[in-house]
């Protein structure tokens, strides 16, 4: 079946602008996570959603970062007044919850800011 | 909290030579245990993974066993190709994945 797929692949914005980010899961998936990577760098964890429950937004770096998810389909990340440091790829993953603790992920988007 | 410990890269190969990269976690319990890679301009995909004490995660060529007494899911390869070359990630966790910072490997032929 189909994975989970991310738009846009690539993102170039000017600074101050405010950007969204789409997330499709694998149907069926439950719970759906949001990392950022910068260049060269490892996963920083921003946002953990789990069905209908409250996400866990501990990972968000400010409040310039914020993320919806539409029952159990659709997430979207916005980040707002972006800053040159916001620069890196966004990963989106998910997982099913009625599986094992793997999460399945997304190409990513690649946000360049000017 | 959780923490993830992986060896600092780049690993350099020559085809055909075993690799290993260390990692070791520190977890309430008894986590699942993962490796990820990830090539070039891609995201990242699951290699194998470990559920339990003694169990050991293989895939592609690469296996890890899941170490309890020592905390560790080290991976390893008997002959590494040219295109194993990528940035491999162990994590562990439950409903929420703790990753380390990633080890690339580089295998010239």
């Known amino acids: 079946g189909a994975g989970v797929s991310q738009s846009p692949s690539n993102k170039v914005t000017e600074k101050g602008k405010d950007v969204e980010l789409r997330c499709d899961p694998i149907s069926g998936h439950t719970a759906l996570y949001w990392y950022r990577q910068r260049l060269g760098q490892g996963l920083e964890f921003l946002i953990y959603?789990?069905?209908?429950?409250?996400?866990?937004k501990s990972g968000l770096p400010s409040d310039r970062f914020s993320a919806e998810r539409t029952g159990e389909s659709v997430s979207t990340l916005t980040i707002q007044r972006t800053q040159q440091e916001d620069s890196a790829v966004y990963l989106c993953?998910?997982?099913?919850?009625?599986?094992?603790?793997?999460?399945?992920f997304g190409p990513g988007t690649r946000l360049t800011v000017l | 909290g959780d923490s993830v410990t992986q060896m600092e890269g780049p690993v350099t190969l020559s085809e055909e030579a075993f690799l290993t990269i260390n990692c070791t976690y520190t977890a309430t319990g008894y986590p699942s245990l993962f490796w990820y890679v990830q090539y070039p301009g891609e995201g990242l995909q699951l290699l194998l993974k470990?559920?339990?004490?003694?169990d050991k995660g293989s895939n592609k060529g690469f296996e890890a066993t899941y170490r309890k007494e020592t905390t560790s899911f080290h991976l390893e390869k008997g002959s590494v190709q040219v295109s194993d070359s990528a940035v491999y990630f162990c994590a562990s966790g439950y409903s929420t994945l703790t990753f380390g910072k990633g080890t690339m490997l580089l295998v010239s032929p």
């Open positions: 993953a998910s997982r099913s919850t009625s599986g094992g603790a793997e999460q399945f």
């Open positions: 959603f789990q069905g209908n429950s409250a996400p866990d």
């Open positions: 470990a559920t339990k004490a003694d």
